[in-house]
């Protein structure tokens, strides 16, 4: 399952990983949210994504997990919020799926 928009950065180890995926479970805790997926929130409108968790493995989705960290840290009330235009962060993600 790749990355889905709703109507409504990053770690080189595993250790890092485990601790953005703890900081993010309670993301996203309604039912649209399928297992194996966590909540992102992008741009300035702030669109709501649902990504695979299988993305914090991808390089540039990493990139952005850093960037987040950087700009929000992890303990940002409103959600994991990456801090990147929502075109450049389909863009990024659309590589992901080919």
């Known amino acids: 399952m790749g990355l889905r928009k709703t ?38 409108n702030r669109a709501r994504y649902i990504v695979p ?15 987040a960290e950087e700009e929000f840290g992890f303990e940002h009330p409103a959600g994991l919020t990456i801090p990147c235009d929502e075109q450049e962060f389909c863009s990024l993600i659309s590589m992901k799926d080919e």
């Open 53 to 67: 968790i299988t993305f914090l493995g991808c390089p540039e989705f990493q990139n952005l997990l850093l960037r």
């Open 7 to 44: 109507n409504k950065s990053c770690p080189q180890n595993s250790a890092q990983l485990k601790q953005i995926v703890k900081n993010c479970s309670n993301f996203g805790k309604r039912c649209d949210v399928p297992k194996g997926h966590f909540v992102v929130y992008v741009g300035e």
